[in-house]
């Protein structure tokens, strides 16, 4: 696990001249502490901290990231990982209206053991998909080109990589780095899946359907076209395109 970022993003911020009241701090339960830490909060389109951001925006706090909070445990359980997404999305202006705290409060724990005993299951149904061939892959694989995203690899197998990524995340209950674009993904599988295999009246497979939907209309504002590939903690995702996109901008000065 790498620490490094953080000092980094901090003095980033520091020679940018907003100084954070105090250092964010993880819990014990991987919640995290961010009163007024505004300061982690930047721009996905351009990587400057949220409020110097002068990218036109079609509202406040849409295409933001979060860099700059302590990195999770490498084994933190799935509940640990959903304390920490929640504690996140406080920070985002598009998402004030969820009580995301109170969310991962109440079906937190029905969710997180869904994810830690039947995740394997959501990986196999996702794989399937990606046999399959659906169309809305290659329609996504479309809109990568569109874009014009930094891809080190043929699109097709940049979706492919891209959905893989953000299941991995999404089992782990690492929602921070889960995209719009695996989201829309992963659903599609659920919908698209073998239901003789993987039937709906399975209730881990039912509680993890319905936090897809909830995901979705809770965040279907947050990332527009074409940063959809982007997550919450962009920096701390595996996806191949989020990752190259946010190295690319964050090393350049902007
Ligand atoms: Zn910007």
Known sequence: ??????????SNILKKGEVPADQPIQNDDGSLNLANQQALVHCGRCSSYFMACACE???HGIDSVITGAPDPRVDAKPIELLRRWASLMVLIPTLYQFDSKAYVEEDGPALSKALEESGSKVVEMTEA????????????????????????????????????ASTRAFIKGDFACVTKIGRVMINNAFQM????????NDL????????????DQVMSIEFTAPYQFLSMEAYR?????????WDKYTSEET
């Not at 790498?2 to 000092?7: L, N, R, Y």
């Not at 995702?237 to 996109?245: D, M, Y």
């Open 237 to 245: 995702s595996e996806s191949v395109i989020a990752k190259q996109f």
């Open 1 to 10: 696990m790498s620490v490094s970022e953080e000092p980094e993003t901090l």
């Open 193 to 200: 899946c073998d239901q003789s295999k993987y039937s709906m």
């Open 57 to 59: 925006m079609d509202g």
């Open 129 to 164: 998909y990606i046999k399959m061939n659906h169309p809305v892959t290659d329609q996504i694989a479309k809109m990568f080109e569109s874009w014009k995203l930094p891809l080190s690899e043929a699109p097709k197998q940049a979706v492919h990589d891209e959905l893989r």
């Open 204 to 215: 881990k497979l039912q509680v993890m359907f319905v936090v897809l939907n909830v995901l």
